[in-house]
């Protein structure tokens, strides 16, 4: 028994439980987590960040060359164009900054993915708590929050068109 994976698989499906994940949304995690890969398939993963990471370091930082004898603005000129399809590759830009300068920018597809599923749901709590809001008043055809006739704007455009009377 692989204890570390274990304990790793334990940690991701209590993290998602504990916000209230489906079935669906604990496989998520676990896949995000790379913990549904093959061994072969996370190690091909890992080789090909680190040679994402090695590729960004190489990177010019610097301007490129503007003044100089032709024959050296031609191959600079050359050199940076190479460097440009590398970055553009990459999702960098030139000169390149680093990972500071990129602000927000993942790492990894899993940071994406953990970030993506977190927004996800704020907003799913964000709508619960609008359509909270927005009930049925109990003596006449209106919304109790905006008094719109009901079922108010809000509602309809919540996809709840009946809404919670």
């Known amino acids: 028994m692989n204890t570390k994976l274990v304990n790793s698989v334990a940690g991701v499906i209590n993290a998602a439980l504990t916000q ?20 072969e398939a996370a190690r091909r993963l890992a080789e090909l960040e680190d040679l994402e990471q ?16 032709p024959n050296d603005l031609a191959a600079s000129a050359a050199e940076w164009g190479a460097w440009q399809q590398v970055a553009e ?12 300068a990129r602000g927000l920018r993942a790492q990894t597809l899993h940071e994406h993915v953990i970030a993506r599923d977190a927004e996800i749901e704020r907003l799913k709590g964000l709508i619960e ?6 009930v049925k008043c109990d003596d006449s055809e209106h919304c109790e929050h905006d008094y719109e006739r009901w079922p108010c704007p809000t509602l309809t455009a919540l996809g709840d068109p009946g809404g919670a009377s």
């Open 20 to 39: 209230n994940r489906t079935a669906a949304g604990i496989a998520m995690a676990l896949e995000s987590a790379r913990l549904l890969q093959s061994p």
């Open 54 to 69: 090695r590729l960004l370091a190489m990177l010019p930082t610097g301007p490129r060359q503007e003044y100089g004898l």
């Open 89 to 100: 590759a990459l999702g960098a830009g030139l000169p390149y900054e680093g990972q500071t």
């Open 129 to 134: 708590a609008a359509r909270a809001l927005h």
